[in-house]
DNA sequence: CGCGACGTTGATTTGCCTCAACGATTGTGG
DNA sequence: CCACAATCGTTGAGGCAAATCAACGTCGCG
């Protein structure tokens, strides 16, 4: 039942709002209210170029990606979201516009999903909620600057290694491909630069 | 006069709140008393690395740039931010940490800019102001996202076209050097790219 | 079982960097 | 107002980081 689902998975995204800024009782209802529960299989989509991306994403267990697909084929990673973490393409969703990027499930994931709609009638009916996001997107923003500033000037090997010790939770959880699509860089290179490692100087 | 100063330069400030969510009288007058101006001349300091980034700026009339110093002492770009732009080390500024980061004028410039304190008691003061700082960093977020997603995914030459595209007002007003450290290249091949444009196919 | 994803390794190519040198501007102090 | 320094853009030669292409072994899964 859907109900089962949502009794389960709520928890702790009621702990994450209330982690940040603690909310009342009508708030908490709010957010019960505002959220649907929803399962992907692993590989499902989420979301896929050319739609609108009409939801904003919590992960309660499980792990996405968004990612580009180039000209030539090639995935490129914007962002992995596993438990506790927030994924929607922001562009599409904010301006209602159609997306470029895609998301799916790299594990079977089970996420609680608010609607475009339903987000917006939240700022309205509860303005905390703005604070709350802003803080949110804050946060990610930070993060994503950090990522940027590493890109414009490190190498991939100090990339890989920063990627290690701030993601260490998910290096054993993913394929070094989808590691390689994160860095920018190719299969092939990642698993030289992991050798080259273990033997220091032969 | 300051008094002069901040007449002369507020309008700008107020027309862009008034363009993202309007504002009544009460919350004009905040952000006249919250806002402080400030002039920078060309190559000073607005923020320097190991001090704590405690404003944050909005861009009347100039440019300024924020960028990293690397360990060989070349410096990495990570925004530009002229005429209705907003400039700040948002981790630094949001945790109140020391910054990793410099920012400073490359032409004389004016700012507006409001200090840590006075821009959470303008949040509580009018809540309207979380709304208003979400989407503007939401804004900021999309940009940022497009810039990594370029990063990752394309050639130096695809880079810069893009850059021209998008921020053809700055082409003109900006020497190569910096353009090229905001596109993560030397400024010698910035310079090799922009020559081997110009002879399609000799 | 057999296919497809995955990780690895080798050979080669290429995109971009490094270092060095040079003219053209800019700007700044004497 | 001139002289000198600093910054800028350009070009060449050479080198390195990372991509490309190809081949192969392994594993998990339908």
């Not at 994450?16 to 709010?30: A, D, R, S």
């Not at 890989?160 to 290179?189: C, D, K, V, W």
Request: hydrophobic share 40%; charged share 25%.
């Amino acid at each position: 039942m859907k109900k089962d689902l949502l009794q389960a998975s709520i928890e702790p995204l009621l702990e994450y709002f209330n982690g940040l800024i603690p909310l009342n009782e009508i708030e908490n209802q709010l957010v019960i209210e505002s959220f649907q529960p929803r399962l992907y299989r692993n590989r499902q989509y989420v979301l896929q170029e050319g739609d609108i991306c009409t939801k904003f994403n919590f992960v309660v267990r499980g792990c996405l990606r968004m990612y580009k697909i180039d000209d030539k084929g090639n995935a490129h990673i914007i962002q992995f979201t596993t438990e506790n973490g927030w994924l929607t393409d922001l562009g599409s969703f904010h301006g209602q516009k159609v997306s470029k990027l895609n998301i799916d499930a790299l594990e079977d994931t089970m996420v609680l999903q608010i609607s475009y709609d339903n987000l917006i009638a939240l700022y309205k009916q509860a303005p905390k909620f703005d604070r709350i996001f802003r803080v949110l997107i804050e946060n990610s923003f930070i993060l994503l600057q950090e990522r940027l500033l590493q890109n414009i000037s490190s190498t991939a090997e100090e990339r890989y290694l920063s990627f290690m010790h701030m993601y260490s939770h998910l290096s054993n959880r993913l394929p070094q491909t989808q590691i390689a699509a994160f860095l920018g860089i190719t299969p092939e290179f990642l698993s030289r630069i992991r050798n080259n490692r273990s033997k220091p100087k032969a």
